[in-house]
């Protein structure tokens, strides 16, 4: 990391690795525990594994990285010649992982500004991505915060998933919530709302919600530029129906990304899962 100011995220951002490797952004992993052995996100095991783990009924749960990890991604942005750090992360609301990053940059080598994005998966890395273009401008620790914290506020995220079950055991949707959505076989939609995952509609069957959620995308793209994310677990078709769907019906869009979501916010949506991240310029 050459520039000034350093861009670091997390492994629930979901970039693609191309990105990451032009714009200079660090990845700080999350870590999958399956069975009882504990895999980083991104190096150690794959969605695909993490799919086959869900559907044999292993136990799997997710984990904060610690502050030391922090430190060390931190240290090494200072030593490459980072005079300041921007580290992003997901919602605090359904991570530790920005208390993790907090602790690590009080005693960082160079002043870091953590930030709470509200947002998960590409709605964190869209965030990533103004911060590091704002970096590479030359701009000033305040202005890349302030350029990823923008982003954030006009950024929205909806998603559909088969079932609420995997989000109600890992505690990240309310167990009222989650038989709502149960009930007479409702298919769910659900959304980031103040970092957190909420229900938004029920509707009565996965076409129906699957339409429903291009339409919501393609009404909070409206016409002026946008970017916008596809996320997946195990349904590429699914993906690529819908994004060639929105590349017809969004006149402003600008990157369009198509991702298969990685093992951690899979362990907590289960397969199935289709999302799409609005995130106007």
Do not use: W
């Not at 979901?14 to 200079?24: G, N």
């Not at 919501?216 to 993906?239: K, S």
């Amino acid at each position: 990391m050459s520039r000034h100011v350093a861009i670091v995220t997390d492994s629930t951002a979901y970039l693609p690795q191309q990105a990451m490797e032009r714009h200079d952004i660090a990845t700080v992993p999350l870590t999958v525990v399956i069975g009882g052995r504990a895999l980083e996100e991104g190096n150690e095991i794959s969605a695909r594994s993490l799919a086959q783990a869900l559907a044999k009924r292993r136990p799997v749960t997710t984990s904060r990285p610690s502050p030391a990890t922090f430190a060390a991604a931190y240290r090494s942005a200072a030593e490459a010649g980072a005079t300041g750090i921007v580290s992003l992360h997901l919602s605090a609301e359904i991570s530790g992982t920005h208390d993790a990053a907090v602790l690590a940059a009080k005693d960082a080598p160079v002043p870091v500004r953590v930030v709470d994005t509200g947002m998960v998966a590409m709605a964190l890395g869209f965030c990533a991505l103004a911060a590091a273009e704002v970096a590479e401008a030359g701009g000033s620790l305040d202005e890349a915060v302030a350029a990823a914290e923008k982003r954030a506020a006009g950024t929205s995220a909806y998603f559909y998933v088969d079932t609420l079950d995997y989000l109600r055991r890992g505690g990240r949707i309310g167990a009222a919530q989650a038989l709502l959505g149960s009930a007479l076989a409702v298919k769910p939609l659900l959304q980031l709302a103040g970092g957190r995952i909420e229900l938004l509609e029920k509707v009565r069957t996965a076409s129906r919600a699957i339409a429903r959620l291009e339409e919501i995308a393609v009404e909070r793209a409206g016409a002026g530029p946008v970017d916008i994310a596809v996320h997946h677990l195990a349904t590429p078709d699914r993906a690529e129906s819908l994004a060639g769907r929105l590349r017809e019906r969004v006149p402003g869009l600008g990157e369009l990304h198509v991702s298969e979501v990685g093992a951690v916010i899979g362990a907590h949506t289960g397969p199935g899962l289709l999302g799409a991240v609005i995130s106007p310029r």
